[in-house]
């Protein structure tokens, strides 16, 4: 949407709908998500590189979806891959059919690459994790605060318990991907 209404790689945006964007951090007179609506309009005041120029445009809020797997493929006859890049709402869906999608091939075992996942959704981890886990087993295991009761995750949906498969990660694999 930005693209389309004229905004440009290296513009900064100074003002958004009038109002003087400084600084980071939640302002408490942002809009909630309830009001940003698909299809409603946010007016942007852009500072424009090289010369400094001020320019304005508005933008129509859309709806878009960057995908959690970023590749998938076979790396020989029998072994795929798959890169999951983010763990978003319906990140382990994406990631079963990419996965069915590779046994469909042939692949008889999977490399599943977490590198430079910074994680996201708990339970979705959680659900990803669950397709090559035995059901009923526990994922992961979170302590409330003060003491509470330890809450188990457990597996849900099991699709390839016995597939073997390789992970892969780094220094930046992180939060719900750790949970992987």
Do not use: C, I, K
């Given at each position: 949407p930005a693209l389309a209404a004229g905004i440009r790689p290296g513009d900064r945006i100074i003002a958004a709908d009038g109002v003087?964007?400084?600084?980071?951090?939640?302002?408490?007179?942002?809009?909630?998500d309830s009001t940003l609506t698909v299809g409603s309009h946010v007016s942007f005041t852009l500072w424009r590189a090289p010369f400094g120029d001020t320019v304005r445009v508005r933008v129509a809020r859309s709806a878009w979806h960057?995908?959690?797997?970023?590749?998938?493929?076979?790396?020989?006859?029998?072994?795929?891959?798959?890169?999951l890049a983010t763990i978003s709402?319906?990140?382990?869906?994406e990631l079963e059919q990419?996965?069915?999608?590779?046994?469909?091939?042939?692949?008889?075992?999977?490399?599943?690459?977490?590198?430079?996942?910074?994680?996201?959704l708990f339970e979705e981890g959680v659900r990803a994790a669950s397709l090559f886990l035995p059901r009923g087993v526990v994922v992961?295991?979170?302590?409330?605060?003060?003491?509470?009761?330890?809450q188990p995750h457990r597996a849900r949906h099991s699709r390839w318990t016995e597939l073997p498969l390789t992970v892969l990660v780094d220094a930046r694999t992180a939060?719900?991907?750790e949970v992987i």
């Open positions: 003087p964007v400084t600084g980071r951090g939640d302002r408490p007179d942002a809009p909630r960057v995908p959690a797997v970023t590749e998938a493929g076979m790396l020989a006859d029998s072994v795929g891959y798959v890169r709402a319906r990140s382990s869906e990419r996965v069915e999608a590779l046994v469909q091939r042939g692949a008889q075992a999977v490399v599943l690459d977490l590198r430079g996942n910074a994680g996201g992961a295991s979170l302590m409330g605060r003060g003491g509470t009761d330890v939060s719900a991907a």
